[in-house]
Every structure is written in structure tokens, then in C-alpha cells.
T-cell receptor, first 115, second 111 residues
Framework: QQQVKQSPQSLIVQKGGIPIINCAYE??????FPWYQQFPGKGPALLIA?????SEKKEGRFTISFNKSAKQFSLHIMDSQPGDSATYFC??????????????FGQGTTLQVKP | NAGVMQNPRHLVRRRGQEARLRCSPM?????VYWYRQLPEEGLKFMVY????????ESGMPKERFSAEFPKEGPSILRIQQVVRGDSAAYFC?????????FGPGTRLTVT
């Protein structure tokens, strides 16, 4: 019930393409959904986050789409660039019993953007 | 503005030795989380601490693992009698609370 399922595991797109990464959750108590970007040998860095009271959020070339009824959310990267090649993680946290703010992560998606 | 600092960045231990991983949170942050990342997997929550208190250790293995966050100094994740399965990247994150900011991680290799 505390899982977050992420797909696809890996993704290859051409420069300028729009990769889409999907996540699904079961626990309706989750109320905060961040996306993290991780480069090899580095720690995850917060990219963008959304709460379930909105259906979409944009920050630069990154957009989160949120479907509360389906319990799914996705990351879209507009005009993707080779520098976007990284591993992307979705996560969730929320008002579970004894909420401590811990993040539940998806399995990760390795994105390669070809020049 | 220094971010979250972790040291060492790389640590090699033989089976049976102890590993100590240190995490200094961002300035002004008093909440620390530890996560473990196994190869080709996502991050798994281990423990959440505030100064001098363990708040949630539901993700910590019952044996050999311990964590502390003293009043002064960094948070420490301690692994006793390491085994090969402990080889992973260990990340800490700090918050105030709110957004969690991650450090660069410690990559532990057990030989």
C-alpha cells in the first residue's frame, strides 16, 4: 500500500523529443509528489513537485500531470536535451499514520537523450 | 551556502568491519533522513532523526544498523559487522522541515 510504481525502467529519445515517465500509487493518504533527478555519482536533486489539489504544474521545460482519481502522475520533459540524460525518480509522502515526512520512491527511470 | 555534506564519499570495508557514515545537514536544518540505494534500484527510507531523537526507524534493519544525531556534530549512520549485502549508496537528506535536500552520498563497498 505504500508502494509507488514507476515506468518505464529506461527510455531513449532524440533531442527535442518529449519523454514521459509515469508513476502510480495506491495510498490515498499521500499528499505530496516530488520528482528527483539524479546524475551518476551524485545525490538526487529536487526537480519539481505537486500536491493533489492541482492537475498540472509547469516549471521551465518540466511538467507534472496529476490524475487524482486514477492515482497516477507523470513527468513530461519538453524539448529534451542531451544534458537531461539522467535517472529520474518519482516519490510520494503524506499524512500516513505517524507521518514523519519520509519519501517513498519509485524504482527510477534512466533517460537517454540522443543528440 | 553549503549544501548537505556527507563523508566519506567512498568507503571500502572488509566483511565483519564497522562502517561509519557521516552527514552534516544544511545550515539551519534540524531534520535528517537516511536512505539506501542498492544498484539499479530506487532509494529506500531507513531512518528519520531530529536533534538527539530518533523519530522513525521503521526502515532500519533490526540488527547491526544504528543511527544518531547528537546535539552537536553530524548525524552518524553506523553499520556493525558489515556483509556484502550492505554494499550500496547511502544518502542523507535534511529539511527544516519541508523539502528534503540530498547530499552526494557515501558509496560503501564491502569486500
Amino acid at each position: 500500500q505504500q508502494q509507488v510504481k514507476q515506468s518505464p525502467q529506461s527510455l531513449i529519445v532524440q533531442k527535442g523529443g518529449i519523454p514521459i515517465i509515469n508513476c502510480a500509487y495506491e495510498n490515498t493518504a499521500f499528499d505530496y509528489f516530488p520528482w528527483y533527478q539524479q546524475f551518476p555519482g551524485k545525490g538526487p536533486a529536487l526537480l519539481i513537485a505537486i500536491r493533489p489539489d492541482v492537475s498540472e504544474k509547469k516549471e521551465g521545460r518540466f511538467t507534472i500531470s496529476f490524475n487524482k482519481s486514477a492515482k497516477q502522475f507523470s513527468l513530461h520533459i519538453m524539448d529534451s536535451q542531451p544534458g537531461d540524460s539522467a535517472t529520474y525518480f518519482c516519490a510520494a509522502k503524506g499524512a500516513l499514520s505517524g507521518n514523519t515526512g519520509k519519501l517513498i520512491f519509485g524504482q527510477g527511470t534512466t533517460l537517454q537523450v540522443k543528440p | 551556502n553549503a549544501g548537505v555534506m556527507q563523508n566519506p564519499r567512498h568507503l571500502v570495508r572488509r566483511r565483519g568491519q564497522e562502517a561509519r557514515l557521516r552527514c552534516s545537514p544544511m545550515k539551519g536544518h534540524s531534520h535528517v533522513y537516511w536512505y539506501r540505494q542498492l544498484p539499479e534500484e530506487g532509494l529506500k527510507f531507513m531512518v528519520y532523526l531530529q536533534k538527539e531523537n530518533i523519530i522513525d526507524e521503521s526502515g532500519m534493519p533490526k540488527e547491526r544498523f544504528s543511527a544518531e544525531f547528537p546535539k552537536e556534530g553530524p548525524s552518524i549512520l553506523r553499520i556493525q559487522q558489515v556483509v556484502r549485502g550492505d554494499s550500496a549508496a547511502y544518502f542523507c537528506a535534511s529539511s527544516n522541515p519541508g523539502e528534503q535536500y540530498f547530499g552526494p552520498g557515501t558509496r560503501l563497498t564491502v569486500t
